[in-house]
């Protein structure tokens, strides 16, 4: 990531902090995060971030429920950073600049991806487990 791309990131992942502590606005990222993932679905290049952003959004409403308690916090606010960066329209590289708009995204959701990986894995075997 850019230094551009991190400095907005991690503004974001400071205003996660205060968004993982209200139930309202942490479901508010999550179904906005699953509205603007279901835009780039099928979309060249997009498929892991679409899975990426899906998995987030599960998570994260796992956690506001209660139900999902094997994840640091920290962990959660990386995720919500994450997520808050995907759906502001604004961040480093505006969405609306056709071609190269939601590069930044791809790359703020992957980077986030691959530093939670095990969390993630842990995450989706969990959930494979309540679920059956």
């Known amino acids: 990531m850019n ?50 952003v899906k998995t987030f959004s599960r998570l994260v409403q796992e956690v506001r429920k209660g139900e999902y308690k094997d994840i640091s916090r920290k962990a959660v606010i990386m995720i919500v950073g994450g997520l808050l960066y995907f759906i502001s329209p604004l961040d480093a590289v505006p969405d609306f600049l056709a071609g190269v708009g939601l590069l930044d995204d791809v790359a703020v959701i992957g980077f986030v991806a691959g530093q939670l990986k095990q969390e993630l894995e842990k995450f989706r075997e969990w959930e494979t487990g309540v679920k059956v």
């Open 3 to 52: 230094r551009m791309v991190r400095s907005v990131f991690k503004k974001m992942t400071q205003k996660a902090v205060s968004v993982v502590k209200d139930k309202d606005q942490l479901k508010e990222v999550s179904l906005e995060s699953l509205k603007k993932g279901a835009l780039y679905k099928g979309k060249k290049g997009m498929n892991d971030m679409v899975v990426d």
